[in-house]
């Protein structure tokens, strides 16, 4: 095995890329000791050691900046177009992986263009975020395939609360690509109910025994019982000189520029689902921006005051 500082992702990150791009159809497991590559879900290539553990959300952004930059958003609505039309000349329906919702909004635009193909995207519940998107031709695609599956995973929450990234890290944990994975809803207490392709439903059962500190139990449950509320929010006001995202964010989440801005040199800020590298990007009205650990924000209404500032409408998830 190799031994990786964590001090210097560059290299874990070159090493790490160049192995999982030159065997793409083998499985990438990340947990806090080890970055693992996989044959199967039970035979291990190679593993990386990690110098220093892993925390959960460290976890969730390795596997982010690791599988997630592989492709951009263009590349990925063209892969699903490139999807389409094998699927219309072959008269076949193919599914796509879970999907962000930059990349799901962009190719069900792209793909209601063509007539010769019908397109469902399905995330398990209505306000799914993440989906998988079923392609075929109008005359074979006649109703929605069973192409997602459920999970309840509980255990006792109640003196060690866990967080959504730390579900996502103890299932990142399991070898599991994040693009096999939809929504995570929580369940407070009670824990969590994981949406997730149908093929490792019976892997997820059989290998998630914890998560964080607290041992857990996975049963499969129909999508019906989904236990989803629509999110709390908080929504107030602000004036500030520009649209910057150092600026609204700062104020959205009520913590000083500095710190937004080193949020944004360690990769951690996202606008609409992707990182963003620079601190003076302007936002508009619609835009979602999250930090890792402090949650999501919406930008409202704006409007133009009178001495040349912005009254903006924030909307803070709860």
Same mark, same amino acid.
């Given at each position: ?174 070898? +599991?690509? %994040?693009? &096999? @994975?939809? !929504?995570?809803?929580?369940? #407070? =207490?009670?824990?969590?109910?994981? $949406?997730? *392709? ?56 009520? +913590?000083? %520029?500095? &710190? @937004?801005? !080193?949020?944004?040199?360690? #990769? =951690?800020?996202?606008?609409?689902? $992707?990182? *963003? ?42």
């Amino acid at each position: 095995m190799a031994a990786i500082g964590f001090a210097a992702p560059w290299i874990l990150r070159r090493a790490t890329c160049a192995l999982v791009l030159a065997r793409s159809h083998h499985r990438l497991g990340i947990n806090k000791n080890n970055i693992i590559i996989r044959l199967s879900h039970y035979k291990v290539l190679h593993s990386f050691t990690l110098t220093h553990p892993l925390t959960s959300s460290e976890i969730c952004h390795l596997a982010q900046a690791i599988k997630g930059e592989e492709k951009s958003a263009t590349e990925e609505v063209k892969h699903i177009l490139e999807m389409a039309r094998r699927a219309s000349s072959r008269r076949e329906v193919l599914h796509t992986n879970f999907l962000t919702p930059p990349v799901l909004k962009e190719s069900m635009l792209a793909l209601e263009k063509l007539s010769d193909i019908r397109a469902v995207a399905q995330g398990g519940y209505p306000q799914a975020e993440r989906c998988r998107i079923s392609i075929g031709h109008p005359d074979v695609l006649t109703s929605d395939p069973d192409v997602i599956a459920a999970l309840s995973v509980t255990g006792n929450f109640g003196f060690q609360p866990c967080s959504h990234g730390d579900f996502l890290g103890a299932i990142l944990n399991k070898g +599991i690509a %994040r693009e &096999k @994975l939809g !929504d995570i809803i929580l369940q #407070g =207490e009670k824990g969590a109910q994981i $949406i997730i *392709v149908p093929e490792l439903v019976d892997f997820i059962i059989l290998s998630l025994d914890k998560v964080g500190n607290v041992p857990v139990s996975c049963t499969k449950i129909p999508l019906i019982s989904l236990d989803y509320e629509a999110p709390r929010t908080q929504t107030f006001k602000t004036v500030e000189a520009s649209l910057r995202v150092d600026a609204l964010a700062s104020a959205g989440f009520k +913590i000083s %520029r500095s &710190k @937004l801005v !080193d949020s944004v040199s360690k #990769g =951690e800020l996202r606008i609409n689902w $992707i990182p *963003v590298s620079k601190n003076n990007t302007t936002l508009k009205t619609g835009d979602i921006v999250s930090v890792s650990g402090r949650g999501r924000l919406k930008i409202g209404e704006i409007r133009p005051t009178r001495k040349g500032k912005f009254e903006v409408e924030l909307i803070r998830y709860l």
